[in-house]
Nanobody, 115 residues
Framework: QVRLEESGGGLVHPGGSLRLSCATS????????MAWYRQAPGKKRELVVSITTVARNTYAGRFTISRDNAKNAVYLQMNNLQPEDTAVYYC?????????????WGQGTQVTVSS
């Protein structure tokens, strides 16, 4: 059974940082491109940042995605968080990149940025 399980969400003050983790099982992790998406209330789910099978880190402004193929895990480091970053963050895996919706999803973890 394929599983993607996010952790590390929570409440943080503006300007703070969080590191999300996504543990995977039941798939050949090293073959999958990985990504983090987010969905804020009333908004569509959007791609935050993705990483290919061979990269270790990919940067997108205040966000950095990294992967550890030995641990079958992917991470999202988020810095200088702002209230508009409040959303449910989802880990996703795809064999075909992220121009289309990925095949595999986690259940999501809530990130709330508030003073």
């Amino acid at each position: 059974q394929v599983r993607l399980e996010e952790s590390g969400g929570g409440l943080v003050h503006p300007g703070g940082s969080l590191r999300l983790s996504c543990a995977t099982s039941g798939l050949i992790f090293s073959r999958y491109d990985m990504a983090w998406y987010r969905q804020a209330p009333g908004k569509k789910r959007e791609l935050v940042v993705s990483i290919t099978t061979v990269a270790r880190n990919t940067y997108a402004g205040r966000f950095t995605i990294s992967r550890d193929n030995a641990k079958n895990a992917v991470y999202l480091q988020m810095n200088n968080l702002q209230p508009e970053d409040t959303a449910v963050y989802y880990c996703a895996a795809s064999l075909r990149g992220f121009k289309e919706l990925p095949e595999l999803w986690g259940q999501g973890t809530q990130v709330t940025v508030s003073s």
